[in-house]
């Protein structure tokens, strides 16, 4: 000990963590074997058990996660705020910032819903906000039509999409989400964004819920949200550029998904397919 009260620094004193059990004589190349072995299994312990992909740049990144749902819930927000300013003041400007707040609100429950009931596939590409060019350049358009006649042509659009075809609009894009949402919950770990065509284990055919009634609630709901939404930005282009590309896109879809479908689960779809209906025209 040295003059002032402490132990002498050239001294360890420490006990090993794990020492013997049975009784016997302590020596020091015991001790200094305990120790060895205890500072080996330290340094063999996993640094640390969390899988790569929930760190940054990962297909589960947390912080991607949410960048992402902080960025459409702003979205959402300015969204919102934006059309009821404008509309309260008599501008025509209020549907492409309604326009912004329900795409936010799609792409957020995309993710929450496939996070909430379908946690083993939830990556950050269940945003769909990586949805293909296609996707991003058909929504740009919807934007720059509705931006160009609220603001030059603001009675074109007073005559063609009075206020009950508006409200209309907004009805089908309620029902759309609802329905696609609802679907997604119901059918839990069976639903996928993609077309499987391999039966995984433990995937049942859902025929309960929204199923009983629609055989692809999520294409129903997402065919009606899509129109609905370019009935509400009174958008005469859009409107049936987006009817036709929609059925053309879903029916291809939905004929190439039903061939697996009857080959996973064989009769039981086919009565499945003849005592439902898709609710999309024709299809």
Known sequence: MSS?????????????TNRPSENGKWTPELDQELRARE???????????????FFRHGKRSLSGIAVRAFCLGCALAFGLFGTVLLAYNGSHLWRPFLFLSTLSLFHFLEFYTTAAYNTPIAYIDSFL???????????????VETLVTSYFFPGY???????????????????????????????GTNFNHQVQSRKNDGHELVTHGVYRYFRHPSYFGF??????????????????GFT????????????????FLIKFFGNEYEAYRARTRVWIPFI
Not at 39 to 53: C, F, G, L, M, Y
Not at 129 to 143: C, E, K
């Open 223 to 240: 065919f009606w949200w899509g129109i609905g939404t370019q009935i509400m930005l009174g958008n005469t282009v859009c409107f049936f």
């Open 39 to 53: 500072a080996s299994n330290v340094q063999t312990k996993p640094q640390n058990a969390i899988a790569p992909e």
């Open 129 to 143: 906000l990586t949805n293909g060019d296609q996707y991003r350049q058909a929504h740009a358009v919807a934007f």
């Open 244 to 259: 036709g590309v929609l059925w053309y896109f879903f029916m291809k879809r939905i004929t190439h998904e039903e061939k």
């Open 4 to 16: 002032n009260g402490s132990l002498s620094s050239g001294i360890d004193i420490s006990l090993p």
């Open 157 to 187: 659009q007073s005559t063609i999409h009075p206020p009950w075809l508006i409200a209309l609009g907004i009805a089908m894009i309620a029902v759309g989400q609802a329905v696609r949402s609802t679907a997604m919950m119901q059918a």
